[in-house]
């Protein structure tokens, strides 16, 4: 099973940025997709973006327009490029991939707070 190791959350103000990469232990090309959740405390954990390995992107509508998931093979990275982030965007943040079996691996997730 792959390992995914997710960075670069932190605390950030209101209409800020933060980009989070997530790590893949494997080659993230031999993925069906690759995904970013969240979480927020009481809440359910809910998918932000996905990239499909044919490049596809899907966006949650709540962050269309501001968030972006790209992908580099050759470092084995995916990424979540995060700009005007709101208070409600506060939640831990989740690596997934999917294999062409149907398993799926997560990350430990990165906390990522907008706040003033």
């Known amino acids: 099973q792959v390992q995914l190791v997710e960075s670069g959350g932190g605390l950030v103000q209101p209409g800020g940025s933060l980009r989070l990469s997530c790590a893949a232990s494997?080659?993230?090309?031999?993925?069906?997709?690759m995904a970013w959740h969240r979480q927020a405390p009481g809440n359910q954990r809910e998918l932000v973006a996905r990239?499909?390995?044919?490049?596809?992107?899907y966006y949650a509508d709540s962050v269309k327009g501001r968030f972006t998931i790209s992908r580099d093979n050759a470092k084995n990275t995916v990424y979540l490029q995060m700009n005007g982030l709101k208070p409600q965007d506060t939640a831990v943040y989740y690596c997934?991939?999917?294999?062409?079996?149907?398993?799926?691996?997560w990350g430990q997730g990165t906390q990522v707070t907008v706040s003033s």
């Open positions: 997934k991939a999917n294999s062409w079996t149907g398993v799926e691996s």
């Open positions: 494997g080659s993230i090309f031999s993925f069906s997709a």
């Open positions: 990239i499909l390995r044919t490049g596809t992107e």
